[in-house]
């Protein structure tokens, strides 16, 4: 149920629902599991400036999680 709030927030713009519908993608709560997505999200939050959301997305690009691996970009 978290997960659809989230969305609706996130569709509009919030950059904490962005992350926490990142975090939701990444861990399968609430929806099925996708790390591409949790990628999208945690993207369209760090764009904002969550610190949270740029933490999780560079260890994502550092491990290859969801997105090509891209130390530079980690």
């Known amino acids: ?6 969305r609706k927030a996130a569709d ?3 950059a904490d ?5 990142g975090v939701s993608y990444h ?3 609430g929806v099925a599991q996708d790390l591409q997505k949790a990628a999208q999200w ?3 939050a760090a764009d904002q400036g969550n610190a949270n959301a740029q933490f999780n997305l560079g260890v994502k690009y ?3 999680d969801g997105v090509a691996q ?3 970009k980690a």
Do not use: E, M, V
Request: proline letters at 0%; zero cysteines.
């Open 70 to 72: 891209d130390l530079q």
């Open 17 to 21: 629902a962005q992350f926490n519908l």
């Open 27 to 29: 861990n399968g709560d």
């Open 1 to 6: 149920k978290a997960a659809q709030w989230y």
């Open 42 to 44: 945690y993207r369209k």
């Open 12 to 14: 509009q713009g919030y």
């Open 62 to 64: 550092a491990n290859g």
